[in-house]
């Protein structure tokens, strides 16, 4: 018999290695739910590629060519399932015209589709990207899309249709069960000054959300909780979750403003990485959402600085709203206040809402792996002892993430264009330091 295959649609290939905890959540929940669904692991097969399964080069230029390794993909899978990752984006992105693009093919090829707790933008009728995205989530191939921010603009863009939608808990909730305990050990060192954990971005994210808050005011910011920190007897921890932009700030604090390097993990590579900067925390303070939701998997407090709609939806979600600080409290004051608030009260988990990225997915899975069944969804309990646990990342896969986030790097600082300027940035030395060493065959 032909295995079943899934191909799996992340956003695996991005350097914030909080997508990466994504991708690895994500295929942890779908080999679940085949055990679950009585399927052994020798009759499917998982294909886990990046969401962007259509090139940018593609988009650009039309040239079929370019269009199939996607093709290939998509004709060859027995299901699409898109985990995790940001497919409506169009307000300053293009990642929406790509999601477009790959529904076409999957209607063409009969490929059912199936969106699990994606981000999404919220609707604008009068928008024509947003329009586009609407018409093209009609096809018949789109059977289920569950959301773990916006619903509201979700059932906007469903009218008219019959797909089943839900708001569900984002796939990294789980992110403790699939990479267990860091090798650092969990918060609460006996003896030890509590430890919060400060998660920077990059300078211009608050430009593209429309945030007036400049460089030098988030170096500010960052400068003014560590005083107040320090003053109030905590230890701190500056870490990024991975992006070269969000690195590259951090190693200017550093080097230019002065916060100590033994303060300070500029760069994170993997999955393991940032685990264990969170897991060595008794509470964090971060700009950067999935810092927040695998901080909160592992039962850490955390405040989560609101420069998108995302970053309250998903402190809302479970139960701790007034953890989302707007700007206007992005000061020292009202931050260290709202991480002492957070560390004495806890973190509280509906076990309920937490499965419910599991239990729709399994909905979907369930209706085309084997129409029919009668078998249900494992409960949380069972979830936390039957996920599968991410097995390392082994040095050749290090490898490769360093070649791809350096690639990256250098198209950025290469880009040149009427559209983009070159680009005029500090990058850390311990990034480039690097090259060398990261662009040596694996062994």
């Known amino acids: 018999m032909a295995k079943f295959r899934i191909l799996l649609l992340t956003n695996r290939d991005s350097d914030n290695v909080g997508d990466q905890i994504i991708e690895a959540t994500a295929v942890s929940i779908i080999k679940g739910i085949m055990e679950n669904l009585g399927v052994p692991t020798s009759d499917y097969a998982i294909s886990s590629r990046a969401a962007g399964i259509i090139s940018r080069k593609y988009m650009s230029t039309g040239d079929p060519a370019l ?30 015209l790509r999601t477009i693009r790959t529904l076409e093919l999957a209607e063409e090829y009969n490929v059912p589709v199936l969106f699990s707790s994606i981000g999404v933008e919220p609707y604008d009728p009068t928008n024509p990207k947003s329009v586009a995205l609407k018409e093209a989530l009609s096809l018949s191939c789109v059977r289920q899309i569950t959301t773990r921010d916006d619903f509201a603009s979700l059932q906007k863009y469903v009218e008219g249709t019959e797909i089943p939608v839900a708001h569900v808990s984002d796939p990294a909730v789980f992110a403790d069960v699939v990479f267990g305990a860091a090798q650092s050990g969990l918060a609460g060192r006996p003896g030890a000054r509590r430890k919060i954990g ?40 500056l870490f990024t979750t991975g992006h070269f932009t969000d690195e590259a700030f951090l190693d200017e604090l550093v080097k230019v403003k002065g916060v100590p390097q033994s303060k300070a993990a500029i760069t994170v590579n993997s999955q ?5 900067e969170l897991s060595a925390c008794d509470g964090v303070i971060a700009y950067r959402l999935h810092a927040s939701i695998t901080a909160f998997a592992y039962g850490i407090p955390s405040i989560g600085l609101s420069w998108n709609f995302k970053v309250p939806y998903f402190y809302e979600s479970v139960g701790h709203g007034d953890r989302a600080l707007a700007p206007e409290h992005w000061n020292a004051t009202d931050v260290v206040d709202a991480i002492e608030k957070a560390i ?58 360093m070649r791809n986030k350096l690639r990256r790097i250098y198209d950025t600082l290469n880009a040149k264009g009427p559209k983009r300027k070159p680009v005029k940035r500090s990058l850390p030395r311990r990034v480039l330091g690097k090259v060398k060493r990261v662009l040596r065959p694996a062994r």
């Open 67 to 96: 269009l199939e390794p996607a093709r290939a993909a998509i004709s060859a899978a027995d299901v699409i399932v898109f985990g995790g990752a940001p497919l409506f984006n169009y307000s300053y992105q293009s990642f929406y």
């Open 198 to 237: 400060l998660v920077v971005t990059r300078a211009g994210i608050f430009k593209d959300n429309g945030i007036a808050f400049t460089k030098a005011e988030q170096q500010k910011f960052w400068l003014d909780v560590i005083d107040l920190l320090t003053e109030r007897g905590y230890d701190y921890r």
């Open 272 to 276: 393991e990485e940032l685990v264990g």
């Open 344 to 401: 004495a009260g806890g973190v509280t988990k509906d076990e309920d809402f937490l499965s419910s990225v599991y239990t729709t997915l399994f909905s979907g899975l369930k209706a085309i792996v084997t129409p029919g069944s009668d078998t249900e969804p494992y409960t949380y309990g069972e979830l936390r002892e039957k996920l599968p646990q991410y097995p390392g990342t082994t040095p050749a896969q290090y490898q490769e993430k």
